[in-house]
């Protein structure tokens, strides 16, 4: 079956303008998560969404980071004014529930200049 | 605070050379450890998840066992193709809290 897709794959940006990636989960899974990796870094927490439930949004860098999830499927997640150091791979993952195995997407690879 | 270490950092091995990966974990109240391969400039790759101490499992020529402690990952007569990093994580309220990883290289 289709696994968890992510787009764009890549996205170059210019400091200070906004960018949205979108994840589409598996279909039925009702967990939704957005981690970050940076180059040479582990996997870092970002966002959670279960359900209809308020997101654990524990993770988030900052205020210029936010996220939502339409209709218990597809999330986005913007970053506002980016920055630099905001350069990262960004992972998205869902599961069947929020203590089962989660399953990861491809990617989308940012890059600030 | 919840946290995994893994060790080595790096592992270079010959094909056939059989070795193991360490996952070292604090973690208040166990709810799964999860083994995952990842390629360059792909995500992580589930490859197995263990809840008890005494568990486990094996898929391939990998084998992954689970203590109260740690956990291994054995790699048994390893190949070219099993070249990649392989992460540790664990349960963490609404998360994966993730180990750096362990890259390891297998020469024909």
């Known amino acids: 079956g289709a696994g968890v897709s992510q787009s764009p794959s890549n996205k170059v940006t210019e400091k200070g303008k906004d960018v949205e990636l979108r994840c589409d989960p598996i279909?039925?899974?009702?967990?939704l998560y957005w981690y970050r990796q940076s180059l040479g870094q582990g996997l870092e927490f970002l966002i959670y969404f279960q359900g209809n439930s308020a997101p654990d949004k524990s993770g988030l860098p900052s205020d210029r980071f936010s996220a939502e999830r339409t209709g218990g499927s597809v999330s986005t997640l913007t970053i506002q004014r980016t920055q630099q150091e905001d350069s990262a791979v960004y992972l998205c993952?869902?599961?069947?529930?929020?203590?089962?195995?989660?399953?990861f997407g491809p990617g989308t690879r940012l890059t600030v200049l | 605070e919840d946290q995994v270490t893994q060790s080595p950092e790096a592992l270079r091995l010959q094909e056939g050379e059989s070795s193991s990966l360490n996952c070292s974990y604090t973690v208040s109240g166990l709810r799964g450890l999860f083994w995952y391969r990842q390629d360059p400039g792909k995500g992580p790759e589930f490859l197995f998840t263990?809840?008890?101490a005494g568990e486990e499992k094996e898929k391939e020529r990998l084998k992954a066992t689970l203590t109260k402690k740690e956990s291994f990952l054995h790699i048994t007569a390893p190949k070219p193709e099993d070249s990649a990093t392989y992460l540790c994580a664990v349960h963490s309220s609404n998360k994966l809290i993730f180990g750096a990883g362990t890259r390891l290289a297998v020469h024909p």
């Open positions: 993952a869902s599961s069947q529930g929020p203590n089962n195995e989660q399953f």
């Open positions: 263990l809840y008890s």
């Open positions: 279909s039925g899974h009702t967990a």
